[in-house]
């Protein structure tokens, strides 16, 4: 058991994620969202085309870079990355998220392994960081990557959605049991970048107009 990986993904880590739903608040207010039915298909493309094609990738490259201690390509991996991302919103979250992982990271002892990380990254490229410093292996690094960003969103749910803590861990668990498959496309396409989940964009997109806030994004 790896146990600096279970304090990455502790919801206890403070990198921030409890103040962006990624769209969620967005999708509930306008009425899109509005059951534990349509939650599990948001969850579905949560981890499908969010983390399965754009995020879920950018951990299985940034992991190599990271542990070869490759800057440069760190930077154009996550310059790659946030050019996909249609939402600025989106974007400035992820790299704020990422910015207070590696500060923390740093903080607890590997500063010094993480000096060659660039700065600021977006949150998938840190996370890859700092998973490799503790001894993460790649595919557990996207893995747990998944994990931490799929209870995010149920997180997030429950404080939107009138749904309660076993309803929302049980859309989780059956969500997890699919993150196993979801990394294995992800090795057998070698890591590429791809990005197209439109709902979710404009989701992200729609968040500044919602009237009463709860989230930041």
């Not at 009425?31 to 599990?40: E, K, P």
């Not at 983390?51 to 991996?77: N, S, T, Y």
């Not at 923390?104 to 500063?111: C, D, K, V």
Request: with cysteine.
């Amino acid at each position: 058991m790896n146990l600096p990986l279970l304090q990455l993904c502790d919801s206890l880590f403070p990198i921030g994620a409890y103040a962006h739903s990624d769209g969620l608040e967005a999708a509930t207010a306008d009425g899109r969202i509005a059951s534990a039915d349509d939650l599990r298909e948001w969850i579905a493309v949560c981890l499908d085309e969010t983390i399965g094609r754009l995020e879920g990738p950018a951990v299985w490259q940034a992991w190599r870079a990271a542990c070869d201690g490759d800057a440069p390509a760190l930077r154009a991996l996550d310059e790659e990355l946030t050019a996909l991302r249609p939402s600025s919103a989106a974007r400035a979250s992820s790299r704020a998220m990422g910015h207070r992982l590696l500060t923390t990271w740093s903080a607890l002892g590997s500063g010094a392994r993480l000096a060659a990380i660039p700065r600021p990254v977006a949150l998938p490229i840190a996370f890859a960081a700092a998973a490799a410093c503790a001894g993460v292996d790649r595919r557990a690094a996207v893995e747990a990557y998944a994990y931490t960003r799929l209870a995010a969103t149920v997180s997030a749910a429950m404080r939107l959605l009138p749904i309660g803590q076993i309803e929302a861990h049980a859309l989780l668990a059956r969500a997890l049991e699919r993150v196993p498959a979801a990394a294995d496309r992800i090795a057998a396409r070698g890591g590429a970048l791809e990005s197209f989940a439109p709902a979710l964009d404009i989701a992200a997109m729609s968040q500044q107009y919602v009237r009463s806030r709860l989230f930041r994004s």
